[in-house]
């Protein structure tokens, strides 16, 4: 029982010297009220910015468009569209390979140019589905109607930018690296003969839930043609060329509705002489 001999007595005051006393909390009295720890809030976190608005301005920037369509029958088109929306202060739209496929639309104002973009975004235009963004710089056309002061000055800036961006836009830089090619080759390889477009004849096309009219009365309106098609179940809209008034298109639901109206409008004596040629448009 050597081993469990009782503990050393206390040391000298010197042997204490460096050792923490060790605090003991006394015991809670009967009846007393127990003390609650103070609770410490946690730091707040990081405030967040807030989101960033949209940018939005008066002019649209519109892609894939259809590039078989003329460019004065295109910017007719796109103005006729969007001009239910509000005033439409120019149409800008090019054949060359730069631009060829796009075109910007001009509000008078941006609100005008936000709710055309929430309807239009989508709809097909010529059996091309239309994207649609904001334009990151203003057009001619808007600045000259709502910051006349000025326009002067954003022209030549729109000059400048487009002189010295001109050697290094990326699809000229292409056109023109594939010609110098060509004329290094010395015109060694003769370019292969083009084949001839043939197109398959419109009465032959695959069913298309959009009807491609032609031979119509130049004086018929849209509400005519909604009167006659509407017989019909599942019409969705009816859209008016303005540059030719003897062509439309009449859009339905689904391609076995729009066959059905085909079918049944084909031939179709519109004005009791001329008959109306109905085919299915080509996607």
Partial sequence: MADMSAPPAAAPPDAMQGVQPTIVAPAPVAGAPIPIPTMVPPPAA???PPPQDEFVS?????QNLNEKIKIPV???SLRGLFKSYGEVLDVVAHSNLRMRGQAFVS???ADIAK?????VRGFPLYSKPMQISFARTRSDAVVKKLDAEH???HKEKRLEHKKATRYTNPIKRKYRQKRLAAEMDGGATAPAAKRPNVQMPDEYLPPNKILFLQNLPENVTKD????????YPNLYEV?????????AFVEYLDEASATVAKDALHNYKLDGENKIKITFARK
């Fill in 58 to 62: 008066e002019t649209l920037y519109i």
């Fill in 239 to 247: 859209r008016l060329i303005p540059t030719k008034k003897d062509i």
């Fill in 46 to 48: 990081a405030a967040q």
């Fill in 107 to 109: 509000f008078a104002s």
């Fill in 151 to 153: 326009f002067d000055e």
């Fill in 74 to 76: 295109l910017k007719a």
């Fill in 115 to 119: 709710k055309a973009l929430k309807e």
């Fill in 224 to 231: 005519q043609l909604m009167a006659l098609f509407s017989q």
